[in-house]
Nanobody, 117 residues
Framework: QVQFVESGGGLVQPGGSLRLSCAPS????????MGWYRQAPGKQRELVGI???????NYSDSVKGRFSISTDNAKNQMYLQMNSLNPKDTAVYYC???????????WGQGTQVAVSS
């Protein structure tokens, strides 16, 4: 089955930026709902934002105006541009994919983002 791999995480200072990528192991449907989620230590996994193949994009209030989701359909990749990072953004970030025609969801393994001075 298809697998998704996140990359781009790391340690960054407050106010800095990171760009995460999410790539599938094989070709995927071009009709989809994809999203970024994050889980901080001791907390539940929460939605960061979603993007659909029809162009709908929504963000959680905590990242609105700072984070930006995009896709490169030619490369089957999804990105999360994170700006103005603060320590509260420290978490493992996961991507999720679901084809519009299926209820099956696929999760990546996660990439760690740490914001600290």
């Amino acid at each position: 089955q298809v697998q998704f791999v996140e990359s781009g995480g790391g340690l960054v200072q407050p106010g800095g930026s990171l760009r995460l990528s999410c790539a599938p192991s094989e070709s995927i449907s071009r009709f989809y709902v994809m999203g970024w989620y994050r889980q901080a230590p001791g907390k539940q996994r929460e939605l960061v934002g979603i993007i659909t193949s029809s162009g709908l994009i929504n963000y959680s209030d905590s990242v609105k105006g700072r984070f930006s989701i995009s896709t490169d359909n030619a490369k089957n990749q999804m990105y999360l541009q994170m700006n103005s990072l603060n320590p509260k953004d420290t978490a493992v970030y996961y991507c999720k994919y679901r084809s519009t025609y299926s209820a099956v969801e696929y999760w990546g393994q996660g990439t760690q983002v740490a914001v600290s001075s």
